[in-house]
């Protein structure tokens, strides 16, 4: 339901403002973009290059299920300087989740729940899990 919802924030009426995503980037952190970062850190290669250049910069990022993936420090810190590199420069993130706000701070630290609160609208979606209903 949160990753439908994601995507269709991209293509609703609503949104006029945003007729027409350029460069729309969904990511999916238990697929393995906190390795693809820490890749491009600490071995870099032009492919890594590449996709963690297009995170940073797409128009719209969503990042789907954010709290699936095994949480490092270094995860803490590289979804830290994505949030607050893309809040600076005036980018669209979509983040969904099924951690409560608190959670997000026990588990990636205070500052990064300070940029979501203070930087996002925090939409709480409810009901029954899809996927259960099969």
Same mark, same amino acid.
């Given at each position: 339901? /949160?990753?439908?919802s994601?995507t269709?924030?991209?293509?609703?009426?609503? $949104?006029?403002?945003y007729?027409?995503?350029?460069?729309? &980037?969904?990511?999916?952190p #238990?697929r393995?973009?906190f390795?693809?970062?820490? $890749?491009d850190k600490? /071995?870099p290669d032009e !492919?890594?290059?590449? !996709?963690?250049?297009?995170?940073?910069s797409?128009d719209?990022?969503i @990042?789907d299920?954010?709290?699936?993936e095994?949480?490092?420090?270094?995860v803490q810190?590289?979804l830290y #300087?994505?949030v607050?590199?893309?809040?600076?420069?005036?980018?669209s993130t979509?983040?969904s989740t $099924?951690l409560?706000p608190e959670? @997000?701070? #026990? /588990? &990636?630290?205070?500052?990064i729940?300070s940029?979501? !609160?203070?930087g &996002? !609208?925090?939409?709480?979606f409810?009901?029954?899990?899809?996927? /259960?209903?099969?």
């Amino acid at each position: 339901m /949160r990753t439908s919802s994601s995507t269709m924030l991209t293509t609703t009426p609503c $949104n006029r403002r945003y007729e027409a995503w350029a460069n729309l &980037y969904i990511l999916h952190p #238990q697929r393995s973009i906190f390795a693809k970062l820490e $890749n491009d850190k600490f /071995r870099p290669d032009e !492919e890594t290059a590449a !996709e963690v250049r297009r995170c940073e910069s797409c128009d719209l990022l969503i @990042l789907d299920d954010l709290g699936t993936e095994m949480t490092t420090s270094f995860v803490q810190s590289a979804l830290y #300087q994505l949030v607050n590199g893309r809040m600076i420069a005036g980018r669209s993130t979509i983040i969904s989740t $099924n951690l409560a706000p608190e959670e @997000l701070g #026990q /588990r &990636y630290g205070a500052a990064i729940l300070s940029r979501i !609160e203070g930087g &996002y !609208e925090i939409l709480p979606f409810f009901g029954e899990d899809i996927r /259960r209903k099969r």
